[in-house]
């Protein structure tokens, strides 16, 4: 009898006895894992030293190798003692151990019954291989075990944790090889696929931090270092690219992410190829890296990378040509003139990265991937590409429907003559586009070859197809890590058909993608010099470096390549979803592009040259489909392109507006394509407009038979819309922008303007933005208190300590969210104003009057010196007026009566200022801007709320929401472009008086709605009335304080009952266990809100001492705060029916409009 056996004996009669039939599945496995596998089976409880995991309720238990990560090599099925087991709970085992792949045992038990199972790795399925009843073995004196019982005992063997632990190097590579099959069904549950996954992402981040080790170290070299002087010519090229797709916080971060991309990439690759057989194995795996590491070599890891990077260079030379991001490695010729302390770094270096590689590799020496196909390869990039990650590498995906209805648009599909067109994407990314087109035309031969998939073709067939792609499928990308990525996407695509040309030719090689990196809108050569164009860097620090090294040549190449491209060819298809970048910020780059492109005027953004550059692409008959901002269709700086599109015959408008289509965040986008084999002459473009999120919309309306919103759509609209009009529209000279919309709405708003005579633009004498001090949180804050007339306690809201400040410098001021319709919801914010306005001129104070009359505004000043000259990285710094705005615009403008709107609203929110009270900040979509009406339309200070009236009407938002950029939860722009278009009149004098009227009792009322809006917002207000004798601790019922520190988040209120005098307990809840009891609901929300609006924390001390009126007083406070929120309510309901009252005067005789035209203005704003 073996001591093995024996403890086996005992683990399984310790089970048997702690089982009850009516114990816990969880129970049990705790029992299972304590006595089997920990104490007889020697498994350890902790993680990376051989361990069982059970905690995991989806799992069951799993016992997992020393490996990094470490793998599941025993899956033990558990069920409750009470569950008979069945053959449904065996196919549940198999299932999972199919799915994880690397455990080599599984086990099915329920306490009683005690399954061992082998996992067939070649047939994908479980045998069993013993069984037996643990009471009958538990009840049996372990003397007295059968043969039969001992044997099964025995086979247990297999289970201990010895066999999986601390294997050699070399033992690894040829026992732990191909174990886990790599294999994904979207939607379903894949644990191998889930642990490869795993393994990627951790092999990365390794990768990444080793990389960056290479970073610093080179860095740090001799100026004439061969590593330092690569390295210093392809990192600046390289943040030059990622200008184009946002500037990282962290640039050595992401070039070394980038750079451990590339290697995992083709690392990967190499193992798929071996797996599918297409070369023969390398030494990156199994029998071959064992091999190498016998050897005993030094950097074997390392070799054998290289190694395969030769050999599979063969196959597809584009992949693994040496390139920028190759930086790290250093050839032998180069290493040759490393000095002894050089060479003694770099092995250093190497002797890192080895080791990494030793971990890398072994994890994917258990993976096979020979079932790997193009629909799981393009699932494994986006899966461990996290969208935040993706997003900061400057990768905004197209959605796949969104992809699939652009080419069906545009009618590239399968069964439409495809297989001669030419289709480019000169922003491909990571390539989206260029792999539906590849998969399209794999799908189009497939029909025409008579056969339903890639594996039925012959050899011939396969090469045909392959060739195709490679002659057929442009792509360019100014980053070259998108490049890379597009290039390995594509190979997914078509490895299937590599896979069958091999089969007939083993040495078959691939002439490569047209997927190139370089800039599409760069000039070229032949541009240069035919327009005389400088794009004031002929050459790049990488082309200077060119002669001294290969890999910075080839990218030169590339790029002239691309030159040939844009010179002469044309394309059939041009697709694409370019970079949205406004021009600021791609510094020296304005002159260069609107040099080139007739398009690219004003503040641009570099979309709009990418569609002039396809356009100019386009053959004859060729067809255009992009999806760019929908700013295209009213934006200023889009006006040219518009020209140049309303040329073409476009065919279709597809406006996403309120749709989020992108996973990340990103202007609202449309879709515009184009057919040259169509006309313009009396064209009707096909337009969408979508108010919300409709998940396969687009697949639905690419199979209409016309072009008419179906009666069960949800989240769009679809109408036509004459091209004729689109061109006339960016001709009009009130707004030159398109302006899409159904029949019917366009009849209500050509005939608001065709009843105005004014507009906006011609009876204000000026529409001006707020003010931008550069340094908010210091000139604006709230006063605290008053000190004596004129001196006040000023804190900055970026503060927490007041300052003296006297008050000739202070102004009211508004946020944007406080300008709502009709009323200024001031919420007591004060702006430091240093200057003196006269006229029409304004001066900041100087130095030495703020000395002698301003004394303490100077304090104030110079209490804030470092911040104000500190802004904008330093700008003031060495200024005289350090302590003025940085950009001191409309100064005299705020004191003036006015109109002043918030700019950015989901509704108007005009309200007069007649009296110049209120500053306001300004801001692309915050704060507000001011309308001063010119002298001639008014007589006086009524004649604002005239005009307020018409603007905050329901017929100028409706003419308003038309035009206007819309942004996220359908809030517009009122920006000064799309203000000056409104139409405006005069009527009557009787009607304007009526108006005037109206709008005066709703201005009373919005001016009572913001004062006691004020008063109730902060319970604090409210004290200065009642006598504060009393402190809190005296009117508490009783309490549980015992923390020196309260913040006022976590405060909230609670109810409960005294469970002595059933009566109810009302609580303010300081935090977690610490409370205040009251026994007066009213009392309790006093206090409540007294405590959550104090702006600091708070010690116990300070809580109990807060002076507070008596209970009586509390009470009358509150229902003097009752009754002001009522009549807040009551004011406002009041407010809405003059409102109500006030438009239909307005729309009916101010616009004459009829009430067919009332119905389609309200079923319009109803939506938007």
């Known amino acids: 009898m073996t001591s093995s056996v024996a403890d086996l004996h005992q683990a399984f009669t310790d089970v048997h006895e702690e089982i009850r039939q009516e114990g816990s599945e969880f129970d049990f496995r705790y029992s299972l894992v304590d006595h089997l596998f920990t104490d007889a089976l020697g498994w350890s409880r902790n993680v990376g030293e051989g361990h069982v995991n059970f905690e995991d309720e989806q799992k069951d238990l799993i016992c997992y190798d020393d490996s990094e990560p470490p793998f599941p090599v025993i899956v033990c099925e558990t069920k409750r003692p009470s569950h008979d087991l069945s053959l449904s709970d065996r196919d549940q085992l198999e299932t999972y151990m199919v799915g994880v792949g690397s455990a080599a045992y599984g086990i099915l038990t329920n306490g009683h019954s005690f399954q061992l199972y082998e996992y067939l790795n070649d047939d994908q399925t479980i045998r069993k291989v013993d069984g037996f009843d643990i009471g009958e073995i538990a009840e049996t004196d372990v003397d007295n075990l059968s043969a039969a019982q001992e044997e099964s005992l025995n086979q247990l063997s297999v289970l201990t944790q010895d066999r999986y632990v601390d294997l050699g190097a070399a033992e690894f590579f040829r026992q732990r090889y191909q174990e886990v099959p790599v294999e994904h069904q979207p939607g379903a549950e894949d644990e191998g696929y889930e642990l490869f996954l795993d393994a990627v992402r951790d092999s990365l981040d390794e990768l990444t931090e080793v990389l960056k080790t290479f970073f610093d170290d080179y860095r740090t070299r001799d100026k004439e270092s061969y590593p330092r002087k690569f390295l210093d010519t392809t990192f600046p090229d390289w943040k030059d690219w990622r200008a184009y797709t946002g500037k990282t916080e962290d640039a050595k971060e992401a070039f070394c992410r980038e750079t451990a991309y590339i290697i995992l990439n083709r690392t990967l690759f190499a193992r798929i190829a071996e797996d599918k057989e297409i070369v023969s194995h390398t030494r990156l795996s199994s029998r071959g890296m064992a091999d190498e590491l016998e ?66 590799l072994k994890r994917l020496n258990r993976f096979d991937f020979q079932y790997v196909n193009r629909d ?94 490679e002659e057929k499928i442009y792509g360019i990308d100014i980053n070259p890590f998108a490049v890379h990525i597009t290039q390995i996407n594509l190979l997914f695509r078509t490895i299937d058909l590599y896979d069958k040309v091999t089969e007939k030719d083993p040495h078959y090689t691939m002439s490569g993608f047209e997927i190139h990196v370089a800039d599409t809108l760069s000039p070229t050569l032949l541009e240069k010099q035919s327009n005389q164009v400088d794009d004031g860097k002929e050459q790049s620090s990488l082309q200077q470096f060119s002669d001294y090294n290969g890999r910075a040549q080839s990218f030169i190449e590339d790029r002239t390549a691309v030159d040939h491209l844009k010179d002469d060819e044309e394309f059939d298809v041009v697709v694409a979803n370019p970079p949205y970048v406004r021009i600021q910020k791609l510094d020296g780059m304005k002159d260069t592009y609107s040099s080139r492109f007739s398009s690219a005027i004003k503040n641009f953004d570099i979309y709009v040259p990418f569609i002039q550059r396809g356009l100019e692409w386009l053959s004859e008959d060729g067809q255009l489909a992009y999806i760019c901002p929908n700013r295209l269709i009213n934006a200023d700086y889009a006006e040219e392109i518009r020209n140049q599109l309303v040329e073409e015959p476009i065919t279709s408008l597809i406006d996403f507006r309120e749709a989020d289509v992108f996973d990340v965040p990103t202007p609202y986008p449309c879709i515009v394509t184009l057919d040259r084999e169509e006309t313009v002459e009396d064209r009707d473009v096909r337009c969408a407009r979508f108010d919300e999120k409709a998940d396969g919309a687009l697949d639905e309306i690419t199979y209409l038979d016309e072009w008419e919103t179906p009666e069960d759509a949800e989240g769009y609209e679809l109408f036509t819309y004459s091209q004729d009009a689109l061109e006339e529209d960016n001709r009009d000279s009130a707004l030159k922008t398109w302006k899409p919309m ?274 109730t917002s902060d319970i604090q207000n409210y004290l200065p009335d009642y006598e504060c004798d009393t402190t809190l601790l005296d009117i508490a019922d009783s309490m549980d304080l015992d923390d020196d520190d309260y913040r006022q988040d976590p405060i909230r209120t609670n109810e409960k009952m005294n469970v002595q005098t059933t009566d109810e307990v009302y609580q303010v809840v300081m935090k977690r266990g610490h409370y205040i009891d009251f026994d007066s609901e009213e009392v309790r929300d006093f206090i409540y809100q007294l405590l959550k609006s104090q702006d600091r924390r708070l010690n116990r001390t300070e809580v109990l001492n807060m002076s507070v009126p008596s209970k009586e007083g509390i009470l009358a406070l509150m229902d003097e705060y009752a009754s ?27 616009y004459d409009l009829s009430e067919d035209d009332k119905a389609v203005m309200e079923d319009y704003l109803e939506v938007w």
């Not at 203000?979 to 009227?997: G, M, Q, R, V, W």
């Open 1124 to 1150: 002001d929120k009522e009549r807040i309510q009551e004011l406002e309901e009041e407010s809405d029916e003059k409102q109500a009252e006030l438009d239909e005067m307005i729309l009916y005789d101010v």
């Open 295 to 360: 050897r005993d070599e030094p950097q074997p890891y390392l070799n054998a990378l290289t190694d395969t990077y030769d050999r599979i260079d063969e196959h597809y030379p584009d992949l693994y040509e040496l390139g920028i991001f190759d930086w790290w490695w250093v050839s032998r010729d180069k290493r040759q003139q490393f000095s002894s302390e050089e060479t003694r770094k770099q092995n250093q270096l190497d002797e890192e990265l080895d080791y990494n590689l030793s971990v890398i």
């Open 742 to 1015: 159904p029949q019917s709405e366009r009849q209500v708003f050509d005939k608001i303007e065709s009843n105005s005579e004014l507009r906006v633009s011609s009876v204000m004498d000026e529409v001006f933005q707020g003010l931008a001090t550069s340094a908010d949180k210091v000139y604006i804050g709230h006063i605290i208190d008053e000190v004596e007339d004129g001196l006040v306690k000023f804190q900055p809201t970026g503060s927490d300590e007041p300052s003296l400040i006297e008050t000739d410098v202070l102004r009211k001021v508004l946020k944007g969210n406080e300008i709502q319709r009709w009323k200024n919801d001031w919420q007591g914010l004060w702006l430091v104003f240093p200057y003196d306005v006269y006229g029409d001129d304004a001066e900041l104070l100087s130095e030495e009057t703020l000395k002698e009359e301003l004394p303490h505004t100077w304090d104030f000043f110079q209490e804030y010196e470092d911040t104000l000259k500190d802004r904008e990285s330093g700008r003031m710094r060495g200024e005289d007026d350090w302590y003025g705005y940085i950009y001191p615009k409309n100064l005299v403008k705020f004191d003036p009566k006015k109109i002043i709107v918030g700019v950015l609203r989901q509704e108007p929110s005009f309200v007069p200022d007649p009296d110049g009270e209120y500053y306001f900040v300004g801001g692309g979509t915050a704060g507000g801007y001011g309308l001063h009406v010119r002298e001639e339309y008014v007589s006086g200070e009524d004649d604002l709320l005239y005009f307020a009236s018409i603007l905050n009407s329901r017929v100028l938002e409706y003419y308003h929401k038309h035009i206007s950029f819309i942004f996220n939860s359908k809030y517009y722009s009122y920006g000064r472009n799309f203000l000056e278009p409104h139409p405006l009149t005069t009527p009557d004098s009787d009607l304007k008086e009526d108006i005037i009227a109206i709008a005066e009792s709703i201005k009373e009322r919005n001016d009572e709605i913001a004062e006691l809006g004020y008063k």
């Open 376 to 469: 799981i390869l393009g699932q494994v990039y986006e899966d461990y590409l996290p969208k935040d990650e993706r997003k900061e590498l400057g990768e905004y995906y197209t959605p796949l429907e969104v992809v699939q209805y652009m080419f069906d648009s545009i009618d590239y599909e399968e069964g439409e003559d495809i297989g001669q067109k030419k289709v480019i994407d000169p922003a491909c990314g990571s390539g989206g586009f260029l792999t539906e087109a590849t998969e399209r035309l794999i799908q189009h031969f497939l029909e025409k070859f008579d056969k339903t998939s890639v594996h039925k073709l012959d050899a011939e067939e396969a090469r045909i197809i392959l060739e195709r792609v």
